[in-house]
């Protein structure tokens, strides 16, 4: 009963740190952002091109779901339906997060964009904008502005992942630079 108290309590502060990263940040929903636990995008026709690792034969999709994703130009934030504990995983562990853009012909491409821990389901888009993070920089090249993004979680071993959500980003332009 404590456990569940303090759990009650952990995810109704990481909600309200999320809300405020988003008004702060200019963070804001668009599109479905999941809900269901389903996958929004097929998660075989995510193309792993970035962030240095192919994870598209993982065929386990177990225990973590994410769902209510909401993107701004240079933020994002999601809410775990299941967070990381259902991997075996403490609150202090990091997971792959993947993202992935529609690109102007219909692919699905990106690949790890960030560390991902369960006690801050929010960031920025640093490691997308930064030019020098393997390769991510280059996917501007063949996205429409605004483009659908799709979010995935990927455990650290490469054996399991999330659902797939996704959302629409209209992207900051003066970034790039």
Not at 41 to 58: M, N, Q
Not at 77 to 94: K, N, P
Not at 107 to 127: A, E, L, S, Y
Not at 144 to 153: D, G, K, R, S
Request: one cysteine or more; glycine letters at 12%.
């Amino acid at each position: 009963m404590k456990k569940a108290i303090k759990f009650a309590k952990f995810a109704a502060a990481a909600a309200a740190a999320t809300t405020i990263f988003c008004f702060s940040t200019g963070c804001e929903s668009s599109g479905s952002g999941g809900g269901s636990g389903g996958d929004e995008v097929s998660f075989s026709k995510l193309e792993f091109r970035y962030g240095g690792a192919d994870y598209s034969g993982i065929t386990n999709r177990e225990g973590v779901t994410i769902k209510n994703l909401r993107v701004g130009a240079n933020s994002w934030s999601f809410e775990f339906e299941t967070d990381m504990t259902a991997w075996g995983y403490g609150d202090g562990h990091l997971e792959r997060l993947c993202a992935f853009m529609k690109t102007r012909d219909g692919k699905w491409i990106g690949g790890q964009m960030h560390w991902q821990g369960n006690t801050k389901p929010h960031n920025d888009f640093h490691n997308v904008y930064h030019p020098g993070y393997i390769g991510f920089y280059d996917v501007f090249n063949h996205i429409n502005n605004p483009c659908e993004i799709a979010f995935v979680l990927i455990d650290t071993k490469g054996k399991r992942r999330s659902n797939v959500i996704k959302s629409t980003w209209s992207w900051n332009e003066s970034r790039r630079q």
